[in-house]
């Protein structure tokens, strides 16, 4: 299983940013996929993740301004972020698990300025 994550970019505090995750499989074949990120010296974290059922669960620094979706027919999960802070800077990493196994993409970079 392959992950891509794109979407990534410079933007102003408020702004937004839409992350995409692009599975080389069916996600409904996936039990879980989700988006963590990691700051510059701090530990990954959880941003939110979906369930193959589309249930959500959200980072409470993030709730009510980030968004996690999945596109079961692109094997895509997306990751719409509002209301951009500068301590959402990091970089964000796609992850899924199923099939046995888990799997993370190669990150994409979230930079926001103040």
């Known amino acids: 299983v392959q992950l891509v994550e794109s979407g990534g970019g410079l933007v102003q505090a408020g702004g937004s940013l839409r992350l995409s995750c692009a599975a080389s499989?069916?996600?409904?074949?996936?039990?879980?996929m989700a988006w963590y990120r990691q700051a510059p010296g701090k530990q990954r974290e959880l941003v939110a993740d979906?369930?193959?059922?589309?249930?959500?669960n959200y980072a409470d620094a993030v709730k009510g301004r980030f968004t996690i979706s999945r596109d079961n027919a692109k094997n895509t999960v997306y990751l719409q972020m509002n209301n951009l802070k500068p301590e959402d800077t990091a970089v964000y990493y796609c992850?899924?698990?199923?099939?046995?196994?888990?799997?993370w993409g190669q990150g994409t970079q979230v930079t926001v300025s103040s």
């Open positions: 992850y899924a698990s199923g099939r046995g196994a888990s799997y």
């Open positions: 499989v069916n996600i409904f074949s996936l039990n879980n």
């Open positions: 979906i369930t193959r059922g589309s249930n959500t």
